[in-house]
C-alpha cells in the first residue's frame, strides 16, 4: 500500500510572539487525531544543525555567512529528517523555516529577497510548508514578552527597525500565499489561539484523509 505523505506545518513570528508556546500543544492534538507527528525546530532539529544554532545565535558575522549557515543548517534538517520523515507519512511541526531567512535575512538584515530566494531554490527547489501560522504581534508587545525572562540573544537584541523590517516581511508572505498562511492575532489570549489552531489542524486532518 502507498503510504500517504505527511503534511508540513511550521511557525513563524518575530522573536516574543509567543509562537513556542503553542508547538508541543499543536503536536499533541495531532497525536489524539491518531497522527504521526515530528517536532522540530529551526535553526537546528539536528546535531550538526544545533551546533550550528549555538553559532548563528551567540557570534558575530557577515550577513552573508549568516544567511548561508542558516541554509546549511536547513539543508541537514531536510536530508536526513523532514523529507524522510514526510515521505514516511509523518506529519512534521517545524518552529521557523525559510520565511524566517526572507524575514530575518532578507529583510531585517537588508540581504535582500533574490540572495535568499536563490538559496532556497539550491536547496529545496520543490518543498514548501504545506501550512504557515504566522503569530503576529505589535513590536512593544513582543518586545516586553521577551525581556525579563533571560539573556536575548543576538537576534533578540536588534533595535526597533530591524525588527518592524522583519515583521512587514512577514505580512508581504502572508499576502502573497494567503492560503498558505493562518496569520494569528498573538494578541489574543492562550486559550483563544488554541481554538483557532485546532480548528486548522482538524480542517487540515480532514482534506488530508480525503487526498
Ligand atoms: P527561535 O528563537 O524562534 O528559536 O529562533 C532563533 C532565532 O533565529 C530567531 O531570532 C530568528 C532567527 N532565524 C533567522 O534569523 N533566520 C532563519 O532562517 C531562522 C530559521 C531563524
Redesign the pocket.
Given at each position: 500500500m502507498k503510504t500517504t505523505r505527511g503534511r508540513f506545518l511550521t511557525l513563524e513570528g518575530v522573536?516574543g510572539a509567543g509562537?513556542?508556546t503553542h508547538l508541543e500543544w499543536a503536536a499533541e492534538h495531532l497525536r489524539q487525531l491518531g497522527i504521526p507527528v515530528l517536532l522540530t525546530?529551526?535553526?537546528?532539529g539536528t546535531p550538526l544543525g544545533e551546533r550550528l544554532?549555538e553559532i548563528?545565535?551567540s557570534t558575530p558575522m557577515a550577513l552573508e555567512t549568516?544567511a548561508l549557515l542558516?541554509f546549511a543548517a536547513?539543508c541537514e534538517h531536510l536530508r536526513t529528517t523532514i523529507e524522510p520523515a514526510l515521505a514516511q507519512g509523518t506529519w512534521v511541526v517545524c518552529?521557523?523555516?525559510?520565511d524566517?531567512?526572507f524575514?530575518?535575512?532578507g529583510a531585517?538584515r537588508e540581504l535582500g529577497t533574490a540572495r535568499i530566494k536563490a538559496l532556497q531554490q539550491w536547496v529545496h527547489p520543490n518543498l514548501q510548508p504545506d501550512r504557515t501560522w504566522l503569530f503576529d504581534l505589535d513590536l512593544g508587545t513582543a518586545r516586553q514578552r521577551m525581556t525579563g525572562s533571560r539573556d536575548l540573544?543576538r537576534?533578540?537584541r536588534e533595535d526597533a527597525a530591524f525588527f518592524t523590517r522583519t515583521r512587514g516581511a512577514y505580512h508581504q508572505l502572508a499576502q502573497n500565499e494567503p492560503s498558505r498562511f493562518l496569520v494569528i492575532d498573538a494578541s489574543q489570549s492562550i486559550e483563544a489561539i488554541r481554538d483557532e489552531l485546532g480548528v486548522d489542524l482538524d480542517r487540515l486532518a480532514r482534506s488530508s484523509s480525503i487526498s
Open positions: 522573536d509562537k513556542s525546530r529551526e535553526p537546528g544554532r548563528l545565535l549568516e542558516m536547513r518552529d521557523r523555516f525559510t524566517a531567512s524575514a530575518y535575512q531585517g540573544d537576534f533578540e
